[in-house]
């Protein structure tokens, strides 16, 4: 039986921050305010839909979009091989500019807007991690994201003392971050304190947004806190700052 064999495929076409438009798979499952769980590298794995089910069954409507990778596929040198290659080779992404956010997150927030919009409420979940980490942030930027979640964000790529701080956010898309997080939008961020890849961008966040950052981090040098090196105190943090705030 297939993982998704259960979860409603559709797709979503919205207006990219590059002014083109671009249409991606999604996949839909539940009842109750939504939610959007960005896949990580190199997609949308097992683990990465097992978490959508948690979600799911902790009573909230997941819509997870299908960005690059194969669906189902596992997590292994050639699948993250390939997936690097799709992003690599893709204007969507930002992978090693400081200053800059990914143009696929005007695709996000588009699609935010249109689940904020059929289920009502305050406002839409949203949490990305690893390659798409930061975008929760830059989903942010928009009023129909209420409940922002940064699982160990890793671009820009490092190395170098710049890009391990950045944000992937352009100065005008952290100002309204900033404005937000002034007025009331708290950003949760989950983390391994000795993760390589997530370079310094948590303390760049509790300078940026101070309190409003409710900061993670937990012991070694693991890296996907929700997935494959899943933390169950993660999980639980990451649903309960849900039920809070939708």
Same mark, same amino acid.
């Given at each position: &039986?297939? *993982? *998704?064999?259960?979860?409603?495929?559709? +797709?979503?076409?919205?207006?990219?921050?590059?002014?083109?438009?671009?249409?991606?798979?999604?996949?839909?499952?539940?009842?109750g305010p939504g939610v959007i769980v960005?896949?990580?590298?190199?997609?949308?794995?097992?683990?990465?839909?097992?978490?959508?089910?948690?979600?799911? #069954?902790?009573?909230?409507?997941?819509?997870?979009?299908?960005?690059?990778?194969?669906? +189902?596929?596992?997590?292994?040198?050639?699948?993250?091989?390939?997936?690097?290659?799709?992003?690599?080779?893709?204007? +969507?992404?930002?992978?090693? !500019?400081? $200053?800059?956010?990914?143009?696929?997150?005007?695709?996000?927030?588009?699609?935010?807007?249109?689940?904020? @919009?059929?289920?009502?409420?305050?406002?839409?979940? #949203?949490?990305? &991690?690893?390659?798409?980490?930061?975008? !929760? *942030? !830059?989903?942010?930027?928009?009023?129909?994201?209420? @409940?922002?979640?940064?699982? %160990?964000?890793?671009?820009?790529?490092?190395?170098?003392?710049?890009? #391990? !701080?950045?944000?992937?956010?352009?100065?005008?898309?952290?100002?309204?971050?900033?404005?937000?997080?002034?007025?009331?939008?708290?950003?949760?961020?989950?983390?391994?304190?000795?993760?390589? &890849?997530?370079?310094?961008?948590?303390?760049?966040?509790?300078?940026?947004? $101070?309190?409003?950052?409710?900061?993670?981090?937990?012991?070694?040098? %693991?890296?996907?806190?929700?997935?494959?090196?899943? %933390?169950?105190?993660?999980?639980?943090?990451?649903? @309960?700052?849900?039920?809070?705030?939708?």
């Open positions: &039986m297939s *993982l *998704l064999e259960t979860w409603t495929r559709g +797709e979503h076409t919205g207006e990219t921050l590059r002014g083109t438009t671009a249409t991606y798979p999604t996949y839909r499952k539940g009842t960005i896949h990580e590298i190199p997609g949308l794995t097992p683990d990465v839909i097992g978490f959508g089910e948690e979600v799911v #069954a902790a009573g909230f409507t997941v819509v997870m979009p299908h960005l690059f990778g194969k669906p +189902e596929a596992g997590l292994n040198p050639l699948t993250v091989v390939n997936a690097l290659r799709q992003v690599c080779v893709s204007r +969507e992404f930002t992978k090693l !500019a400081t $200053g800059e956010t990914s143009p696929v997150t005007g695709w996000l927030r588009s699609l935010a807007r249109e689940l904020h @919009a059929e289920l009502g409420g305050p406002g839409v979940g #949203a949490l990305g &991690m690893c390659f798409t980490g930061g975008f !929760a *942030l !830059a989903m942010m930027v928009d009023d129909a994201v209420a @409940a922002p979640v940064v699982c %160990q964000p890793s671009v820009p790529f490092v190395p170098g003392k710049k890009r #391990a !701080a950045d944000l992937n956010l352009s100065p005008a898309d952290l100002g309204v971050v900033k404005r937000r997080a002034a007025d009331g939008c708290q950003v949760l961020g989950l983390q391994y304190d000795g993760d390589p &890849m997530t370079g310094t961008r948590f303390d760049t966040l509790s300078h940026e947004i $101070g309190d409003a950052f409710l900061r993670v981090d937990f012991p070694g040098r %693991q890296h996907s806190t929700v997935t494959t090196h899943r %933390q169950q105190e993660g999980v639980d943090r990451v649903l @309960a700052f849900f039920s809070d705030k939708l």
